[in-house]
Antibody
Framework: EVQLLESGGGLVQPGGSLRLSCAAS????????MSWVRQAPGKGLEWVSS????????FYAESVKGRFTISRDNSRNTLYMQMNSLRAEDTAVYYC???????????????WGQGTLVTVSS | EIVLTQSPGTLSLSPGERATLSCRAS???????LAWYQQKPGQAPRLLIY???SRATGIPDRFSGSGSGTDFTLIISRLEPEDFAVYYC??????????FGQGTKVEIK
């Protein structure tokens, strides 16, 4: 059974930093691209970032480019998102999602974690 | 960037009825790289349909997808109580940008 477990969310002040983690089990983690998708309270889904299986290719939404960094540790089966210079509009539930192949390009997200809430407020 | 517009915003139906959800793209979605997701309150989204018309693993056959180019449809042939949820379409053909529609809520009438 595929399990994706996010952690690291919480309350942070504007301008602050946070690192999210997503621990994967039930899959050969090294074979799959991974992504982060967020959902602001009461709103729809917004793609944030993706990374290839090897970690060699990364992609970002314009709204987070230069502030967020996606990475992965394939020896620990874990995906990360380093979030810096946080803004109120970054407040959302952050989901990690698995891709169908080693590249995220032209692939949907076939499994999702339960999400972790990030609140940016003073 | 491809913008996806879903309609209607809310669909009020009774169990057993047929639901028809629409997703229109601002530009053609290449090779039908269009997916549908279901999200229930407090839960993560679940992949229902990919490639515009292929059901994901474990998805019942009452869910079907169709369409190409700029117009796509998700049909739930007979609504079950567990189908009342929010549905999102997503295009993944113009990667590396993945975009979602704003969602259609299917509620009990």
């Amino acid at each position: 059974e595929v399990q994706l477990l996010e952690s690291g969310g919480g309350l942070v002040q504007p301008g602050g930093s946070l690192r999210l983690s997503c621990a994967a089990s039930g899959i050969t983690f090294t074979s799959y691209a991974m992504s982060w998708v967020r959902q602001a309270p009461g709103k729809g889904l917004e793609w944030v970032s993706s990374i290839s299986a090897s970690g060699g290719s990364t992609f970002y939404a314009e709204s987070v480019k230069g502030r967020f960094t996606i990475s992965r540790d394939n020896s620990r089966n874990t995906l990360y998102m380093q979030m810096n210079s946080l803004r109120a509009e970054d407040t959302a539930v952050y989901y990690c999602a698995k891709g169908e192949g080693s590249s995220p390009v032209r692939r949907p997200f076939d499994y999702w974690g339960q999400g972790t809430l990030v609140t940016v407020s003073s | 960037e491809i913008v996806l517009t879903q309609s209607p915003g809310t669909l009020s139906l009774s169990p057993g009825e047929r639901a028809t959800l629409s997703c229109r793209a601002s530009q053609s979605v290449s090779s039908s790289y269009l997916a549908w997701y279901q999200q229930k309150p407090g839960q993560a989204p679940r992949l229902l349909i990919y490639g515009a018309s292929s059901r994901a693993t474990g998805i019942p056959d009452r869910f079907s997808g169709s369409g190409s180019g700029t117009d796509f449809t998700l049909i739930i042939s007979r609504l079950e109580p567990e189908d009342f949820a929010v549905y999102y379409c997503q295009q993944y053909g113009s990667s590396p940008v993945w975009t979602f529609g704003q969602g259609t809520k299917v509620e009990i009438k």
